[in-house]
């Protein structure tokens, strides 16, 4: 490759602040060091937790950054010790990385490697994917099929496998159970279509804006609930829909108010609650008989999924059409429009843009 071993000019959305614009401009990619990759990031979509990174986190330190984390790629070149990846290869990044040697990459029980999050200061989850070009830890990568399309799959790496692992995973829904999802943006849709998966019988969906129900059907939802048409707790709303709380209930919008409503919602003895949405600023509560009475409550990261492992199963899944991915693009653009994509996201009107970065 021509660019091997040399620095790359290309185009990035820096976030220099919070909540201001991502600038377009031209930045440095350096090539990669020992266990690096440096991947042509061709396309990326945007996730609501690149908004919480630039709306939430107020840290000086966290600026400037390239946001971005869902997205794929070709490898352009690799450091010295990469032996499993070669240019050419199609990847997704991982924002949770896989480096198969620690404690809890060895469990079973578990996805959250110990080198998990990215260590590089101007990188956001360690993948950094608002740019022509990045730089990635070889334990952060998946290599998948050659022949899937870069502009579809991207969004198998983050919003898909966080919902629908989160069902099929961290809540294991069972065969003819009862759902909630809190939630209808592309991780609560993938949780719809994993409780399907997993053979849920009733799944009810719940979002305050009407114009999720439609598409909620599509991934399987059974029943659609706006809390804004009740004047009761939408706990009880689903309680009595459902006598006495649904199985599983799963929180995919990031609401401390919304945890606690979806862990209300499920029923005593066996009901199990999954946090999925993200936040860290205010802590949440419930009352103490909620978990006495026997209800579980748990969380989730990218669906519980080991990306390295399971990632390319993934894209095998959509491929052999047993997984739906296209349904979730609602918008087209290029890597220049990625503010109007935020606009969009924040007012609630589109499931995923996916920014088409480099020709594939
Ligand atoms: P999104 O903005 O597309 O969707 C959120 C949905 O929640 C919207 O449809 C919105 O109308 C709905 N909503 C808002 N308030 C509500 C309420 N009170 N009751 C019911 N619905 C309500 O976001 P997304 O990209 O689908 O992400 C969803 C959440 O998952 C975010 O918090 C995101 O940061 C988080 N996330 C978590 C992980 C993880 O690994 N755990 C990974 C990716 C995203
Ligand atoms: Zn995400």
């Known amino acids: 490759m021509a660019t091997a071993a040399k620095v790359i000019k290309c185009k990035a959305a820096v976030a220099w602040e919070p909540n201001k ?19 042509k990031i061709v396309a990326t979509a945007v996730c609501h ?7 939430e ?14 997205a794929a790629g070709i490898v352009e070149s690799v450091g010295p010790g990469v032996t499993e ?12 990385a896989q480096c198969r040697e620690c404690r809890f990459c060895k469990s079973p029980r578990t996805n959250q490697c110990d080198k998990a999050w990215g260590k590089k200061v101007l990188q956001f989850s360690g993948t950094s994917t608002f740019s022509e070009y990045t730089v990635v830890d070889q334990m952060a990568v998946a290599k998948i099929d050659p022949a899937a399309p870069l502009d579809k799959v991207c969004l198998i790496g983050c919003g898909i ?25 592309a991780v609560g849709l993938a949780a719809v279509m994993g409780c399907k998966a997993a053979g849920a019988k009733r799944i009810i969906a719940v979002d305050i804006n009407p114009e999720k129900a439609e598409k909620a059907k599509v991934f399987g939802a059974t029943d659609f609930v706006n809390p804004k048409d009740h004047s009761k707790p939408i706990s009880q709303v689903l309680s009595e829909m459902t006598d006495g709380g649904v199985d599983f209930s799963l929180e995919c919008v990031g ?9 209300e919602s499920c029923v005593k003895g066996w009901g199990v609650s999954v946090i999925v949405g993200w936040t860290d600023l205010e802590d949440f509560s419930a009352r103490p008989l909620q978990l006495i009475a026997g209800r579980t409550w748990k969380g989730s990261v990218f669906g519980g999924f080991k990306g390295r492992d399971d990632v390319p199963g993934m894209v095998k899944a959509y491929m052999d059409k047993k997984l739906k991915v296209d349904e979730f693009i609602t918008h087209n653009m290029t890597l220049d429009q990625v503010n109007d994509a935020i606009e969009l996201m924040k007012h609630g009107k589109c499931i995923r843009t996916v920014l088409n970065v480099s020709p594939q």
């Open 255 to 263: 609401s401390v108010a919304v945890m606690r409503s979806a862990l």
């Open 57 to 70: 986190n107020t840290h000086e330190d966290c600026f400037p950054t390239v946001l971005g984390h869902e």
């Open 85 to 96: 990846y070669k240019p050419g290869d199609k990847v997704i990044p991982l924002f949770i």
């Open 161 to 185: 496998c966080t919902g629908y692992g989160a069902a099929v995973n961290t809540a294991k829904v069972e065969p003819g159970s009862t759902c909630a999802v809190f939630g209808l943006g």
């Open 21 to 39: 614009p991502l600038v377009i401009e031209e930045i440095e990619v350096a090539p990669p060091q020992a266990n690096e990759i440096r991947i």
């Open 49 to 55: 937790t690149d908004l919480h990174q630039l709306l």
